[in-house]
């Protein structure tokens, strides 16, 4: 791991605003959401892995990619970082590239999704995906970077 996805955990908000655009801020570390059917991605179609846009982790294959009529793009799996792990901000390895934390904001309760590595807020996944996880990661296109294979 470089020194810095080290120091992920330790940039401060003015470092954070330095480093992403306004929109990228608001979505990735203030939790906010882009309006519905406005993302680059939401009707992108290519080969290829969509990564953090704040620390470039690899979040979700375009293979995972489906089209849910939500707004935002959808995803029914995340990428797994099987037996090399992805190494978290504060130094822990998790499989996963994400993690799951539940948020009661806006008076309902939802799974929030955050980048496993930096914390940033990608979007909430729901229960009422395709087969064959029935999940659906609705994700925010300013979250997301592309790496086309």
């Known amino acids: 791991m ?3 996805e080290r120091s992920l955990a330790d940039l401060s908000d003015e470092e954070w605003r330095d480093r992403l655009t306004d929109d990228e801020y608001h979505v ?5 959401t882009e309006p ?3 993302g680059d991605y939401l009707d992108h179609k290519a080969d290829g892995t969509y990564t953090c846009a704040a620390c470039g982790a690899e979040l979700f ?3 995972t990619k489906f089209d849910s009529g939500s707004g935002w793009p959808s995803f029914y799996d ?3 970082h099987g037996s090399t792990g992805n190494q978290t901000a504060s130094g822990d390895v998790v499989d996963s590239a994400v993690e799951l ?3 009661t904001r806006h008076g309902m309760r939802r799974t929030e999704v955050l980048c496993a590595r930096c914390g940033g807020h990608l979007g909430h996944v729901f229960e009422d995906g395709p087969d064959p996880t029935g999940e659906r990661y609705c994700i925010n296109s300013v979250a997301l970077e592309f790496d086309p294979e």
Do not use: C, I, Q, Y
């Open 78 to 80: 995340v990428v797994e």
């Open 28 to 32: 990735l570390r203030e939790r906010g």
């Open 36 to 38: 519905k059917f406005s």
């Open 61 to 63: 294959d375009a293979d």
């Open 101 to 103: 934390e539940t948020d």
């Open 2 to 4: 470089s020194n810095e």
